[in-house]
């Protein structure tokens, strides 16, 4: 009993090299949405907006984070055959926790993200890193892998939501208390294109930013500056 | 007729993959070519047919709070909806495996990969959105695969051909199938111009 004691203490906690790898791959070298092309399905609806891709990357980084933790702890008495199941279940649970924890402290954003927060449970990028990486490795190391997948995945969301909001409604952050209206023809906006004499006249918002797909457009340019910029991305079948 | 509205809705104008982006992932991966796009779009369209009926049984009768129980279970619901999903394909798998295998073996992986396809989840989960009665949901599970479908064949067979094409070499694969998509998108917004109801004679 001593002996795992000293083990775990040395083992588990450190934060070194091979640590902060786990956190910063997935942020550029394996991306989950531009290179693994995993988790595209759920999320990519709510761009729109950018509060509400804030709101679904801080319960994809806990879903993905948590449940790796979990099924990193059981996976030595997981049988083979139902892993899956499992895994699915511990995904549900978090994803359940999650939805009603929403709609106990934002009742807006809740409707608003509607289905979306429920299609957390079958975001790929999950189940891929369950299977990938918590089934095979110990608790900590899945617990940092979760979160920083969680993030790479939440940073292409964040993006594309910046642009979309921007160039679709001209404001940024709309609906929340730090709402900042950027280019609009009302008085509000700080660049006000109605005025007269404006440089901005000609400027009027892009409804294709608000249309599905927008965001499969700006998701191709990313993954195109990604791999123009990472040259051993690029795929060459 | 309002079925077939239902239905048409589904299939075309608020197409699964290309207004809502579900079931994004399967539809990329496997649209290289169009034998396998065809065999998993079928797959699709029946699993949806078949786990969207059951799960409306389940959230009518089970975890309603009018239903059997007589208690309020939605917070259930997730974990009930996959678990009717991942077993109905298995059962489907094993179906096929018995009576088809020639068709068990061109589907092959995507077969048990369909669990993880949000089209399904999020048929179901639109299904108790929108409050749709029993027939409505078959309508709209069987809609839904099929526009599924008919997108999925179509994304292959362009992806097929423009194999061919000279492709900038960091757009090359998985650039261009977004691209296609987006474009496949607005294409059909054309059909948002359709009328349901004039279709059905209402």
Known sequence: MAETAVEKKEGVFTFGKKERKLLTDPLNDNNPITVQVLGICSALAVTTLLVPSIVITVAVIFVCAFSNLFTSLLRKSIPKQVRMIVQLVIIATLVTVVELTLKAVNY??????????????TNCIVMGRLEAFAMANSPWKSFLDGVGNGVGYGVILIIVAFFRELFGKGSLLAGSPLEMKIIGATPEYWINTAADGSWFSWYSNNNLMVLPAAAMFLIAILIWVHRAWNPKLVDIS | MELLNVFIKAAFIE??????????????????????????????????????????????????????????????????????????????????EKFSPSLYNSLGIFLPLITVNCAILGGSLFMVSREYNFSESVAF???????????????????????????????RGLGMAFLLTGLMGMAFLSLLGIDPAAISGN
């Open chain 1, 108 to 121: 807006d954003i809740y409707k608003q993200l509607s289905i979306f927060i429920g299609l957390i449970i």
């Open chain 2, 15 to 96: 197409n699964l993959i290309l207004s809502y982006f579900l079931g994004m992932c399967s539809f990329l991966a496997v649209s290289k070519t169009l034998k396998t796009a065809f065999g998993l779009g079928l797959a699709v369209i029946f699993v949806l047919g078949i786990t969207m009926p059951i799960n409306w049984l389940i959230n009518t009768y089970l975890l309603d709070e009018t239903g059997i129980l007589g208690q309020d279970l939605t917070f259930l619901r997730f974990i009930l909806f996959i678990a009717v999903i991942a077993s109905m394909v298995q059962l489907v798998e094993m179906i096929i």
């Open chain 2, 141 to 171: 599970g069987l809609g839904g695969g099929f526009g599924w479908f008919l997108a999925i064949v179509a994304l292959a067979a362009i992806r097929e051909k423009i194999k061919y094409s000279a492709v900038p070499a960091p757009l």
